[in-house]
């Protein structure tokens, strides 16, 4: 005799249609499509039913991911299984250092270096940058966005200046 199912999917005709035009969008991410199928494959009250294995193995998810997307379904409900949530340290959180703190920074570090140095360091950046925003941005940030746009810090007379590519004839 087989183990009753702990949490057991049953969707409403509205709930099912409204799965199926999630997937037809084309701008819905992979996560969420991922999640709309597993509950469609699961619903008791429209057949196939298909076993969590079955449908991890079609879906090319994990049967842990079927799990926690039964179990979020089935304790806080389908909008909650629907909204993305991102842990701080995903590459999709809120990046401090957007355009705009990128082109400020920039500015700064072609400007006039501060009087009694020679060049403008990461170091004077920083402290540049605490006092021109709101919000206080790290050392290692300031790094990274002068490092991507291409910018040299060692110029001794001009501060920071583009680095030119050569081509070679």
Known sequence: MARK????????????????GLLRKKDISQTV????????????????TLTYKQSANAH??????????????TNKGLQALLKLKRSGNSNNAR????GRVEAKIIQIACGPVPEGHSRWTI??????????LDEPI???AIRRSLKKTGLDLTVVNTGAYRLQTIQNL
């Open 5 to 20: 199912k702990k949490y057991p999917v049953c969707l409403t005709d509205d709930e099912v249609k409204m799965l199926r």
């Open 123 to 132: 170091r004077l950046l920083e402290d540049r940058m605490k006092i021109e």
């Open 33 to 48: 499509c991922n999640r709309c199928r597993i509950l469609l494959d699961l619903d008791e009250n429209h057949l196939p």
């Open 138 to 140: 790290s050392r290692e």
């Open 95 to 98: 990046r401090k250092v957007d």
């Open 60 to 73: 090319g998810t994990c049967i842990a991911t079927v799990t926690n997307t039964v179990t979020i379904y």
